[in-house]
């Protein structure tokens, strides 16, 4: 196995369309070793399913970045809120995050947020009208899991639209620097929030959230990094996964023209929507802390170690003809939430809210197009997540 010259992962195509590099890599070997920025550092790439589903769980992949960066020099300055939270660290510390996050986002919780989630979607939409057109992105996938997130954690409104602008800077891929201030930005917001909730006394959602953080034993630091990893996971994925789903549906007419006709098969296409174009494309850092063999290729300690849903989700070994959008697809076994005890606690919320999304444009707007060619799409330069910058529609 010779590795690739180059980062392929950073290739201005890859952006567009990271499929045909996932599947010249998967090919090539589902487990590869690769250049990462022009440092001449390199890390092993996992884009076979059967291969990242052996990844997710492997415990001697760590994601306790703080410990792997320990001793190595860095330029960055991430606010510890961002760097030091559950996406961040191994058990027992994670065990503690999760378990007072994964309540939040329950069956019965989710099911007690839709008709809020519902008439968020109804505001979104309201000034909209067939023979118009919108962006789907800026007018409705960007708000409405915004707001619904900082609903949960009593954020004003009048600083919804701030937090998701800092938020879409995290995940700004080319700008270390505007990175990095992006998440003081966060860090220092979330921080007050939770120290003016500490010492003003109330029953809302924060108030509620940071009960649960004390009796699970989470500190003030903690806290905030719960309530950032909430603001910022609980929402960009969640945009994309709209956006994504809504471009897949528009580019397969016939798909969106049976979900236009039966509404109710939409929680059941989400699985594949998911699968076909998955919101995360890399899946946040992990490192090895010994030697061990995945996918029968050997990996040294103390390496990166990146798995790819977004290849995975395209391996055909798992998914037959796997380029094709299938909405009768078996697709429940994708990875785009993850795998193991990392996966996505938030996964709930994100299928409402985007199959509450999806119902409210095919019903509403069946003769929905869109208004630029193909090409004309912007996708978000970041391989973390894979998401369009705008999707313009004609209603």
Known sequence: MSAPRQDPLRDPRFFADPYPTYEALREGCPVQRIPTGSGGHHAYLVTGHPEAREAFTDPRLSKDTARFFADRPSNRDLHPAISRNMLASDPPAHTRHRRVATPLFTTGRVRELRPYITRVVDDLMAGWRPGTEVDLVAELAVPLPVTVV?????????????????????????????IDAASHR??????????????????????????DCDAGGLDREEAVSL????????????????????????RHPEAFDRLRRDPDLIPGALDELLRFDSPVSVATFRHST???????????????????????????AAFPDPDRLDLDRDAGGHL????GIHRCPGAPLARAEAEIALRALVTRFPNARTAVPAQSLTWRRTRLTRGLAALPLAL
Request: aromatic letters at 4%; glycine letters at 14%; proline letters at 6%.
């Open 227 to 250: 309530a950032a990893l909430l603001l910022v996971a609980g929402h960009e994925t969640t945009t994309h996964l709209i956006g994504n789903a809504v471009l897949a549906l528009l």
């Open 290 to 316: 010994e030697g061990l063999r995945v996918g029968g290729v050997d990996i040294p300690a103390g390496v990166p170690v990146l798995i790819a849903p977004g290849a995975a989700n395209r391996d055909p």
């Open 150 to 178: 900082c609903e949960l954690l009593g954020v004003p409104e009048s600083d919804r639209a701030t937090l998701a602008g800092w938020s879409h800077d995290l995940f700004d891929a080319t700008d270390n620097g505007r």
């Open 336 to 339: 785009s939430f993850g795998h």
């Open 186 to 211: 966060i860090g220092g917001y979330l921080t007050h929030l939770v120290d003016t909730a500490r010492t003003i006394p109330g029953e809302g959602p924060l108030h509620s959230l940071l009960r």
